[in-house]
C-alpha cells in the first residue's frame, strides 16, 4: 500500500523536481498559525537544533501525529574537544560550534533532553538512537565537514584562529588516513498514544 509524503520547508526551490513525488508545502514550521494536519510519522531532521522556538515546537509537533502516530527527530550534539585528536581541528569545529551558537542561536545539546521531553509529552515505544560518522572514512561526510569548516573561515580567523593553522586543518581533513569524528547524531522516537476505551482508566486497575 503506497503513502504521501508532505515536505514542509521555508524555501523549497530545490523541491520543485521532486514535486510529482512529493507534496510539498512552503510554510514556517515555527508559525504558530501553521497547522498541516495530522499524519502517520512526523520527522524533523537536524532542524529543532536551530530554531530558537524549539520548545513550544516539541508538543505541537505531538498535534500534528494521528494517534498512534510516530514522532522521529534527529539533532547533532558536540562532542567533548577532548575527542577530537588534532589540536588545530578540535579548535576549528568547536569555533564553528560556538558561531552556530552565537550566529544563529543553535543548541548543539538539545537532543540529549529528547528521552526526558518525550517521556514528559506521554509518548510511548520511547526509544534513541547515536550515530557518530568518521571524517576520512566517509566520503561525502568529509565533503560536508571540509565544507562546513571553509565556510566558518571568517568566524574562525576573526575570532583568533591563525589562517595557517585552519589551512593545515583543511589538509588534514582530506587526508585519507584521517580518522576524526565532528559531532554525533542522536536519533529519538516515540508514539503519541492511543485514545482509551471509553469507561477505562488506564492509570488504574
Not at 50 to 71: A, F, I, Q, T, Y
Not at 75 to 85: F, R
Request: net charge negative; charged share 20%; with cysteine.
Amino acid at each position: 500500500m503506497g503513502a504521501r509524503v508532505t515536505v514542509v520547508d521555508r524555501d523549497t526551490a530545490f523541491l520543485q523536481e521532486c514535486s510529482g513525488e512529493l507534496d510539498v508545502l512552503q510554510a514556517d514550521i515555527t508559525d504558530p498559525g501553521f497547522q498541516p494536519g495530522q499524519f502517520d510519522l512526523v520527522h524533523a531532521r537536524l532542524v529543532l537544533m536551530h530554531v530558537h522556538e524549539r520548545e513550544d515546537l516539541l508538543p505541537r509537533m505531538l498535534s500534528w501525529l494521528k494517534p498512534g502516530g510516530l514522532l522521529v527527530l534527529t539533532d547533532a550534539v558536540m562532542l567533548p574537544g577532548a575527542q577530537l585528536l588534532h589540536p588545530h581541528y578540535r579548535e576549528a569545529v568547536t569555533g564553528h560550534f560556538r558561531m552556530m551558537a552565537e550566529v544563529i542561536g543553535s543548541d548543539l545539546h538539545f537532543a540529549n533532553r529528547y528521552p526526558q521531553a518525550f517521556a514528559g509529552l506521554g509518548l510511548t515505544a520511547t526509544g534513541t538512537h547515536a550515530y557518530q560518522p568518521v571524517v576520512g572514512a566517509d566520503h561525502r561526510f568529509t565533503e560536508f565537514v571540509e565544507g562546513t569548516l571553509r565556510q566558518s573561515r571568517h568566524f574562525l580567523l576573526t575570532n583568533g584562529m591563525r589562517p595557517a593553522a585552519l589551512d593545515e586543518v583543511l589538509d588534514y581533513v582530506r587526508r585519507p588516513d584521517t580518522r576524526e569524528r565532528f559531532f554525533e547524531l542522536r536519533t529519538a522516537w516515540g508514539r503519541k498514544p492511543l485514545p482509551s476505551p471509553q469507561g477505562q482508566y488506564p492509570d488504574h486497575p
